[in-house]
């Protein structure tokens, strides 16, 4: 960034202005962490042709400090040089510095870690909690403060929190974050997002502070609402939701143009700014994908709150799609934008393309039959891939063992007293477990699933039992993120069966004595691949292909069951044979000539062992559920 005299956003009643000139507010969400570093100038690029004028942004503090105190702004997490390209393409940055953010990303964007503290309270003014920010902050603060528009940069405005009235009512702690930003030198307004219910506006925004709302669209009573909380200053949709999101299992909650249209529209007349939440779709790369405690909306009427996650795609049905591609949502919106400014007296700096075909499908990519020609057995490897092995009377928990994803295996012994029946029963289990008994599948258990029990006999020689467990990606909305601790977060109880069936009623016992190794599986670079994989048991498959560097391409996982991939060492995220999502985006920034690949596959592998790259994505799988009318309008 040159040098430059700084300026300042001026928000009026109805108006804003920059460096006293007048400034219309066209924004659009893109979140610099669900892409590779080299994809960030074609996705802005698109932006700034759509005609907007400004770029959002969330910053999610669970990569810049993934483990305590050890910050990470390197690479694709080079917030400075995003902030720099939006700088230098034209784009003003509205900024979304966290700590919470909620966008369907493993804990809404917090450390794990800040669960380990005994007695804290996370998102509130907890002494704990707000030492934990404030250090955060200071380090941050560095990356951002230089790029705020008072010092020349693109950050015309900084957002306190987010949707704080949706989570509690610490009224204190929303003050103490935007004291704590003017303390670190940040001088450009601040601004909230939040639902626009009053006590959602009461306990999440202050009057100080520009109050925005996130919403489908801009109706009578939210402007009603507005104009009771902060008539002084103008609307602000700092979420126009124009897709959904999706969630394993069920189907991808498409949104038609015309409808986007059509609503974009009336929010623009109705004097409201409007950013679009989002602009650009992109991927919960890794184990980075949240969860929700709540239901499908495929659900029927009634249905059960559960704990659901969220896909490794966040192509979220955007104007510009997961692979950076502008959609049909895209140009019906580029003429909405386009008509509006001109017609009310603003530039358009957009460009005058409209169609969708002039743009091409160069950048995409086919690679069939890639052979995956070695293995390797992840319970004959446990030793090469856990980063702590610890023993304990009963199962640990991720936090326990300084662990934020991937998987914990907890193995035990069980001696032989009699040839009853029993069934594993897993109190607390957080996500999914595997159960192995004597080195051989024996059945799946899903948190908040009735499912059914798995059962066996010890035989004279006892019982080698482990049960592998997944995280599946930490509830990121709502009250349960304080309690999403991960792995077997209460006891595992070894039922006994009468003969006739019934559970035996006189048994209180816990097992105990288990051994918890930490299975994060950042690092493979130990595995024997001479200790093949055994049918039915988890594996590691492995291979090498060829493809042209540069170019995107989607990875199909039809026929293989759960797991996840690593190319080039990178995990590229899950995938699940349950839908919606049946192929995995892979990025051309991060292929080369020669590539290797990397599937961790839980139950069975594609009979063939073979990869199929293909030039298209399969996201809809799962079939939107029929309802008669009135279920429909329920539901």
């Known amino acids: 960034m040159d040098p430059k005299k700084g300026y300042l956003l001026e928000i009026g009643e109805k108006s804003l202005k920059l460096d006293g000139k007048p400034f219309y507010l066209a924004s659009g969400e893109m979140h610099y962490f669900r892409f590779f570093k080299d994809g960030w100038k074609r996705r802005l690029k698109l932006m700034k042709d759509f005609g907007l004028t400004a770029v959002q942004t969330y910053v999610p ?8 105190g050890e910050f990470d702004f390197s690479e694709n997490l080079d917030l ?14 509205m900024f979304r510095p966290s700590p919470y953010m909620c966008t369907e990303w493993n804990f809404g964007g917090l450390p794990y870690w800040l669960l380990s503290k005994k007695g804290i309270g996370i998102r509130t003014s907890d002494p704990i909690f707000f030492s934990c920010i404030k250090r955060y902050y200071e380090r941050l603060s560095k990356e951002f403060v230089p790029y705020l528009s008072t010092n020349g940069g693109p950050i015309i405005a900084v957002a306190v929190e987010n949707e704080y009235g949706s989570y509690s009512d610490d009224r204190e702690y929303i003050k103490m974050m935007g004291d704590l930003l003017r303390e670190l030198g940040v001088d450009v307004p601040l601004y909230t997002a939040n639902g626009w219910e009053p006590f959602k506006l009461k306990n999440g925004s202050r009057k100080e502070y520009w109050t925005a709302f996130d919403t489908r669209e801009i109706t009578e009573n939210i402007v009603n609402a507005h104009n009771d909380y902060q008539p002084d200053k103008p609307l602000y949709n700092a979420e126009f939701w124009d897709g959904a999101l999706q969630q394993w299992g069920g189907f991808f909650q498409r949104i038609p143009s015309d409808d986007v249209a059509t609503r974009y529209k009336a929010s623009l007349e109705m004097g409201a700014f409007i950013n679009f939440y989002m602009f650009c779709g992109g991927t919960n790369f890794g184990f980075n994908n949240g969860a929700l405690v709540g239901r499908y909306e495929a659900d029927k009427p009634n249905a059960k709150n559960r704990y659901i996650p969220y896909i490794t795609s966040y192509d979220y049905d955007a104007p510009v799609n997961e692979q950076g591609e502008p959609t ?27 169609e969708l075909e002039s743009f091409g499908k160069e950048h995409l990519q086919k690679i069939e039959d890639v052979k995956l020609n070695r293995s390797a057995d992840l319970l004959q490897n446990i030793n090469a891939l856990a ?14 063992l300084n662990q ?54 010890v035989p004279k020689t006892g019982l080698k039992l482990d049960i592998l467990v997944e995280n599946l990606g930490r509830v990121n909305y709502g009250s349960a993120m304080y309690f999403d601790k991960k792995g077997i977060c209460d006891y595992v109880k070894i039922e006994v069966l009468n003969p006739d069936g019934t559970i035996y009623p006189w048994n209180y016992t816990m097992k105990t004595g288990w051994t918890n190794a930490s299975l994060s599986m950042e690092n493979l670079d130990g595995l024997d691949y001479t200790k093949s994989a055994r049918n039915g048991l988890p594996a590691f498959y492995a291979g090498e292909f060829d493809a042209i560097a540069g170019k995107d391409t989607f990875l ?10 690593i190319i080039n060492g990178f995990n590229i995220g899950r995938y699940w044979s349950i839908g919606p999502q049946e192929t995995l985006y892979v990025p051309g920034e991060l292929l080369k000539e020669k590539n290797t690949v990397i599937v961790f596959e839980i139950h069975s592998p594609k009979a063939d062992r073979t990869l199929l790259f293909d030039d298209k994505p399969s996201l809809d799988t799962v079939e939107r559920p029929v309802f008669d009318t009135i279920t429909a309008n329920l539901g």
């Not at 949502?329 to 409209?354: H, M, P, Q, V, W």
């Not at 007293?417 to 477990?433: C, Q, S």
């Open 61 to 68: 503090w669970n990569l810049h400090e993934k483990h305590e």
């Open 80 to 93: 400075a040089a995003f902030l720099e390209l939006c700088d230098e393409l034209g784009l003003k940055v």
């Open 328 to 354: 049909e949502k895209y140009f019906a919106c580029k003429r909405i934008l386009k008509e509006y400014l001109l017609s009310n007296g603003f530039e358009f700096g957009g460009t005058d393309e409209f």
């Open 387 to 400: 980063a702590e092995t610890k023993k304990s009377s009963i199962p640990l928990t991720m936090e326990e």
């Open 404 to 457: 934020d994803s991937g998987f914990i295996l907890y193995s035990t012994e069980i001696e032989y007293t009699d040839d009853a029946e029993r069934f594993v029963n897993i109190f607390g289990l957080h996500d999914r477990a595997t159960v192995y008994a004597n080195g051989k599948y024996a059945g799946t258990y899903m948190r908040d699933s009735d499912d059914e029990p798995i059962k066996f006999i």
């Open 556 to 565: 199909n996982m039809r026929g293989w069951n759960k797991g996840f991939v």
